[in-house]
């Protein structure tokens, strides 16, 4: 590692480390701050492009996969540059943790059958049915992948893709980029692709993963068959393995002491900088991501304590702070947390 990326590493620990408070309280109870921190910088060690990404974009990345409950360490989620701007990716062990965390189903789970391995898949009058003999060979061609899952309650839903649908949902995303994580991580990708159709059709999946069942559009082709062998729905499903835009990241819980909470205009323009890169102009009038963050926080909170919509903060409805206006209705209407100049 050279001085230079050991630099920017330790500027970035420093960063993540004066939000400490925000990223803390995004968390689930069974991640601590520290093995976040510890898979960042491992992701960063490994992947040095992402200290060139800007601080903001990362910041949101990462307070993404915070709310999600999943460790940004290459397998369970990552971080992906895209020229200046860091992305976020659940991975396929990433879902099926949230599965698990969920409690709602007895097992789900996804696999690659590679040329040459037996494999069986029939539905009759009793439902889907589906045989794998896993083969030794990792080094043979992927031919399809599948999902399976069974809910408590006894059901089963199956689904099968071929290697030739696969790469056609390959071809929606930014497949053709060197950074992409297809190229990376393929055989992950396909399985994530074949759980998230799945998931199209299980029940309270929406609850689980959210958004990423907004990828999924139909295609029209055929739909996972469930436990009596019939379609849940007609059509298919296609996915885009693109992380979030800039800004649409989910923000962190807002801090139970008022002081941990910025004030209009708190965070600095340096976050639009990589690290490592000094500050080269003043600071500009916009406020913060962290500011941003905390207001739509607000607006969640205040919906869940049953407020009017129209009970925006006094501070927001000044005229100077519009951009806090819009995150907190984004918060109180369920929407994303909107993106830096966006406004009422």
């Known amino acids: 590692m050279s001085n230079g990326t050991k630099n920017q590493l330790v500027v970035m620990r420093e960063f993540f480390d004066a939000r400490r408070i925000e990223v803390t309280h995004a968390l689930p109870p069974d991640i601590k701050y520290e093995q976040i921190l510890r898979a960042v910088t491992t992701s960063a060690m490994l992947n040095p492009t992402i200290l060139a990404c800007t601080k903001q974009s990362l910041y949101f990345a990462v307070l993404h996969a915070c709310r999600d409950g999943l460790l940004p360490d290459g397998k369970e989620a ?7 701007k860091a992305g976020y990716i659940p991975m396929y062990q990433g879902l099926l943790r949230r599965f698990r965390r969920s409690g709602k189903f007895k097992s789900i789970s996804a696999h690659v059958v590679r040329e040459g391995e037996p494999f069986k898949y029939y539905i009759d009058e009793n439902g889907p049915h589906l045989n794998h003999e896993p083969g030794d060979s ?42 992409s994580p297809w190229n990376e991580w393929y055989e992950e990708m396909a399985k994530k692709t074949v759980i998230i159709r799945l998931s199209k059709y299980l029940p309270d999946a929406r609850d689980i993963i959210g958004d990423e069942l907004d990828e999924v559009d139909d295609d029209g082709s055929p739909a996972p068959v469930g436990i009596f062998g019939v379609k849940a729905v007609d059509g298919g499903a296609q996915v885009a393995a693109q992380p979030p835009e800039q800004g649409t990241s989910a923000a962190p819980e807002e801090s139970a002491s008022a002081s941990a909470e910025p004030s209009p205009g708190s965070e600095p323009a340096a976050a639009g900088l990589p690290f490592g890169t ?28 049953s407020q009017r919509r129209s009970a925006i903060p006094r501070e927001y409805t000044d005229g100077q702070h519009d951009q806090l206006a819009a995150a907190w209705l984004a918060g109180f209407d369920d929407r994303a947390l909107p993106s830096k100049g966006a406004s009422t």
């Open 278 to 305: 000094e500050q080269s102009t003043a600071p500009d009038d916009d406020v913060g991501e962290t500011a941003i963050a905390a207001a739509w926080n607000r607006g969640i909170k205040a919906k869940a304590s």
């Open 138 to 179: 990792f080094e043979a061609p992927i031919a399809r992948v599948y999902a399976r899952a069974s809910t408590k309650d006894g059901g089963i839903f199956i689904d099968v893709m071929s290697k030739a649908e696969v790469d056609k949902h390959r071809a929606k995303s930014r497949a053709m980029r060197d950074d």
């Open 78 to 84: 990552a971080l992906v540059p895209y020229k200046d």
